[in-house]
């Protein structure tokens, strides 16, 4: 019998004590993930647990020492245990942005961040704070961050919340609708896996340049607008955005970016990832004018390869290096 990694583990109680809370107190699993991830956090279990499943609890929580756990290890725990209860009902937009994904707008970050800044980041759609938090874990700078997230469902955002606290991160999260005014102050980066579709508040979508002359407006680009709102001049914003964004509707889209945006680069994920065409994604780049920013001598256009043909993946991030090095700019701070 093999021996269980560190992720394993830590995710077999996670999974087992999140079980036990989900039966005992009929609730759904991910509400449950919230009352497991306050127990390992506050190293205590709540009075309204019943003796019985309280024994059960603690001799799980101290089969585990979380401070001997990286914090990519409690990541991708807590990931899995996510992923489980999100299989029981959830809309599709709630579906967590893949790990290999995270992890390469973790590098993208880190390429632009090469004067080793103090810098602040915002996620819009934080959701469970699985991106947020992969990109903290592999930030290579070692100046302060502060980190915000936004998030309008509110089962999520408890759970990107004991996400954070899990893994020790100062997180500042907002309960709303993050189209509506934020309390967050200008960023240096954005990155966002975009919500797809039609923004239902007219209202709210009248303060925008990109709603639509008619009808409902398209959430993404409602999305992008904002995120340059609440972005510096000369910040960088990574979307997650799906590959026939600028196919519908796209030409107010284009006039905007062009206004505002020097459009840095597109670069398709593999097909193999998604289910259908459809749903295949790309990840953007934008710096928003202003600043030291300037275009690009060269716009990066790549598609990466399957994440687990390893030698032609480090042939495209060897491209990738030269991009950066050729046409990014970053002023000391």
Known sequence: MSKQTPIESLYNVIDESTELLQH????????????????????????????????????????VNIEQYT??????????AILKGMKEAVQPHHEMTPDAVALFISYLLNKWNVANQSIRILDPVVGTG??????????????????????????????????????????E??????????????????????????????????????????????????????????????????????????ERDSEGLHTFLKEHTHIQGLIQLPQTMFKSEESAKSIFMLQKKGGDSV?????????????????ELASVISKLDKWFTDNVVVSED
């Open 24 to 63: 005992e107190q009929a609730t759904p699993y991910l509400e449950a993930i919230i009352q497991t991830g306050e127990h390992l956090f506050q190293e205590q279990i709540e009075p309204s647990v019943v003796e019985t499943t309280r024994k059960r609890l603690q001799a799980l929580y101290q089969s």
């Open 71 to 80: 914090r990519e290890d409690i990541r991708k725990a807590m990931q899995l």
């Open 130 to 171: 699985n991106l947020l938090t992969a990109i903290l874990n592999n930030l290579t700078s070692e100046k302060s961050v502060q980190a915000y997230g936004v998030e309008a469902d509110e089962t999520l955002l408890k759970i990107a919340y004991v996400n954070a606290n899990l893994q020790q991160h100062e997180l």
């Open 173 to 246: 999260l907002f309960h709303g609708d993050a189209l509506q005014p934020l309390f967050v102050d200008p960023v240096d980066f954005v990155v966002a896996d975009l919500p797809v579709g039609y923004y239902p508040n007219d209202e709210v979508a009248k303060r925008y340049t990109l709603r639509a002359k008619s009808g409902h407006s398209y959430t993404h680009h409602l999305f992008i607008e904002q995120s340059l709102h609440y972005a510096k001049d000369g910040a960088v914003l990574l979307f997650l955005i799906p590959n026939w964004l600028f």
């Open 295 to 311: 275009a690009p001598k060269e716009v990066l256009i790549a598609s990466l390869p399957s994440f687990s043909n390893e030698s």
